[in-house]
């Protein structure tokens, strides 16, 4: 998650997100379905051409990252971890997470600042049939203890975001709550306060990683 431009709320940004994504089953998830681009450049650029007239986020909601699929699968090998909780799917792209979480039995909310993902994130639990609360607020400067369970896939990619987001997990911890970070390696994933949970190998692109598979670890965050 980025900070984004502020977007006028009454945009209607599902007649970009269909024409410019199909519907796909991520390779770790395959009971789920998703409205994904299949080609990185294509919705990249038709994202720029937006940008100045909407003022839209790049598209990170347009691919299921392997920290929210890696997230996913652990939540829908283990439902019992989360029946009935109140579980925060942080910056949540595609909604994912939030998704399987739903699927799972819990009371799911997806967060994200960008107002384009939270539309994808609607076409998607329609898609799955999913109940997902969208937020769109940012959450890192309040109170960290509203859930019970957050997740977070794949935040560690950028130093100041990294920081303020592991900021925000440990008092979350701190407080009761209990924190699951995913994360593929990033570089700035902390290297203490972390109990390792589950490691799973997640098939990605060549076009958005450096490899075909990432190895993927979810951690506790103590």
């Given at each position: ?14 007649p ?23 080609e ?18 790049p ?12 997230l996913?699968?652990y ?5 019992e ?25 819990a ?37 960290a ?14 130093r ?44 990605t ?14 951690w506790?965050?103590?």
């Amino acid at each position: 998650m980025t900070d984004s431009p502020a977007t006028d709320p009454g945009t209607d940004f599902a007649p970009f997100i269909l024409a410019n994504t199909e519907i796909v089953a991520p390779p770790l998830v395959p009971e789920l379905r998703l409205r994904l681009a299949t080609e990185i450049v294509p919705i990249w650029q038709a994202t720029e051409a937006v940008l100045e007239q909407l003022n839209v986020a790049p598209p990170y909601w347009a691919f299921c990252w392997p920290g929210g699929q890696a997230l996913a699968r652990y939540l829908l090998d283990h439902p019992e971890l989360i029946q009935r909780r109140r579980v925060l799917d942080f910056a949540a792209g595609s909604g994912v997470v939030a998704i399987a979480a739903d699927r799972t039995g819990a009371l799911a909310t997806a967060n994200d600042v960008d107002a384009m993902a939270l539309a994808a994130i609607g076409l998607n639990a329609q898609l799955n049939a999913a109940t997902v609360e969208a937020d769109g607020n940012d959450l890192l400067a309040g109170p960290a203890d509203r859930w019970d369970l957050i997740l977070a896939g794949d935040v560690c990619y950028e130093r100041d975001m990294a920081e303020r987001v592991w900021a925000w997990l440990r008092r979350a911890a701190q407080a009761g709550v209990e924190v699951l970070l995913a994360d593929p390696g990033r570089s700035y994933l902390p290297t203490a306060g972390l109990q390792r949970l589950a490691d799973y190998t997640v098939p990605t692109s060549l076009d958005l990683e450096d490899r075909t598979h990432k190895e993927t670890t979810i951690w506790r965050v103590l």
